[in-house]
C-alpha cells in the first residue's frame, strides 16, 4: 500500500508498531518478516544505519525458530 502512495513515514509508523505487538508476544516468524519490512522502509527513507541495525536484529532472532526454518528464514533475510 505505502509503496504505491510512496508515504514512507505513515509505513514506517505503522511498521514499528507491528513490530512491537509481535515483540510483546514474542511470536518470532512474524517478527521476523515485520523486521525486514521495516529494514526496507529504512532503506526507501535513506536511512542504511537504522536499516543495519533492524536486519541483524532480525537474523539474530533466526535462532529462536524451530530449526526446520531457520535455513529458508536466514535466505530470505538476506535477500530483502
Do not use: G
Not at 512491537?20 to 516468524?29: G, L, Q, R
Not at 535513506?46 to 525458530?65: D, F, G, H, M, R
Amino acid at each position: 500500500l505505502y509503496s504505491n502512495t510512496k508515504d514512507y513515514e505513515s509505513a514506517l509508523k505503522y511498521a514499528k508498531m507491528v513490530v512491537e505487538a509481535y515483540e510483546k508476544e514474542e511470536n518470532y516468524h512474524p517478527l521476523i518478516r515485520a523486521m525486514a519490512n521495516l529494514n526496507n522502509i529504512y532503506l526507501k527513507l535513506n536511512q542504511p544505519e537504522k536499516s543495519l541495525v533492524i536486519i541483524n536484529k532480525a537474523l539474530t532472532l533466526i535462532s529462536k525458530l524451530p530449526q526446520e526454518s531457520q535455513s529458508s528464514e536466514t535466505i530470505n533475510i538476506r535477500s530483502w
